[in-house]
């Protein structure tokens, strides 16, 4: 939790958060993640300063409860001071015990956000769903918050002026932005009208840009001229592969004078397809079955 320090901004674990998306699609299965359409509703999450704080800390752990899906889960909310923003211990089940940083007291309306990301700590341990380094795993949980419609909260906690700061998550503000994006663009939702917090919605509009960016990067055929121009170039040199930062790469089919064939990120699951060169096509995607017109 950045409380009063630097934030860090840009994208410097969209490796992570990409790898982290096409996890939850395997884990999960394409008909699992569309029921996820609906996000928490802001008014299911309020918290008033008026709220009792311990009654009110349970009722928004059971909403986020209710929104994972996950009935038989208990959670019991503390306070305590810490470092971090919050903390739950992973046991067996069904009672989990979650502490929140001592800061919530007096900042309820951010209660939410926090649980946010410890609920999705035990949906993930649930579904025995994690990366290797802690790090990834923080930004794992992050990304299936997000994905899965609780993880706005988290974005909308953060703010920033000339003299203090806060952000929640292990996510830069346009990384959760990203993220957000990616699912507004699978479930057609605005979650931007939910933000009361300027600094949000301007993370969520520059990480939109980047979303809409990778469905316009070829051989799909919403790319724009520049793009296809260095595509062509590269499909007719392509023992080079094909530029990073593009996504797509060459190489030949096995045996001797192989048919040449591109592989390329998914713009939603960003799992990799692969295609042969011959053209315009329609491929369908085989994890989150999202239907691409390419020219190969």
Same mark, same amino acid.
């Given at each position: +939790? ?6 860090? *901004? ?9 790898? #982290? ?16 359409? !609906? ?21 928004? #752990?059971?909403? +986020? ?16 001071? +810490? &470092?971090?923003?919050? @903390? ?18 007096? *900042?309820?309306?951010? %209660?939410? #956000?926090?649980? !946010? ?19 990834? @795993? ?30 929640? =998550? ?5 990384? /959760? ?6 699912? #507004? ?9 939910? /933000? ?6 301007? !993370? ?22 520049? =793009? ?44 990799? %397809? ?21 020219? &190969?």
């Amino acid at each position: +939790m950045a409380n009063g320090g630097p934030v860090e *901004h840009g994208y410097p674990h969209l490796e992570t958060v990409r790898a #982290a998306v096409t996890a939850l699609y395997r884990r999960l299965s394409y008909d699992t993640v569309r029921t996820f359409s !609906a996000s928490v509703p802001p008014a299911d999450v309020a918290f008033c300063d008026t709220d009792d704080l311990h009654l009110g800390a349970q009722r928004v #752990a059971r909403e +986020m409860v209710r929104h994972f899906r996950l009935p038989d889960a208990r959670l019991v909310v503390g306070f305590r001071e +810490m &470092t971090h923003a919050a @903390n739950v211990e992973l046991a067996a089940g069904p009672e989990y015990f979650v502490e929140l940083n001592d800061r919530f007291r007096t *900042h309820r309306g951010d %209660i939410g #956000a926090a649980l !946010a990301h410890e609920v999705a700590h035990v949906y993930l341990h649930r579904l025995d769903l994690a990366f290797p380094a802690t790090s990834e @795993n923080e930004i794992l949980t992050d990304t299936v918050a997000a994905y899965l419609g609780a993880g706005w909260l988290l974005l909308d906690a953060y703010r920033e002026d000339g003299v203090s700061s806060q952000k929640l =998550g292990y996510l830069t503000p346009e990384e /959760f932005g990203y993220v957000l994006a990616k699912r #507004a663009l699978l479930f057609d939702e605005d979650p931007s009208v939910w /933000f009361t917090s300027p600094q949000a919605y301007s !993370a969520y509009v520059k990480g939109r840009e980047l979303a809409l960016r990778d469905g316009r990067q070829p051989p799909l055929t919403g790319a724009g001229w520049a =793009g296809r121009r260095r595509y062509a170039h590269d499909r007719r040199h392509p023992s080079g592969g094909g530029p990073a930062a593009a996504g797509y790469a060459f190489s030949s089919g096995p045996g001797p004078g192989g048919d040449l064939r591109v592989s390329f990120p998914c713009p939603t699951c960003l799992q990799r %397809i692969r295609l042969p060169v011959k053209g315009r096509v329609r491929a369908r995607c085989g994890l989150c079955r999202t239907v691409l017109e390419c020219d &190969t």
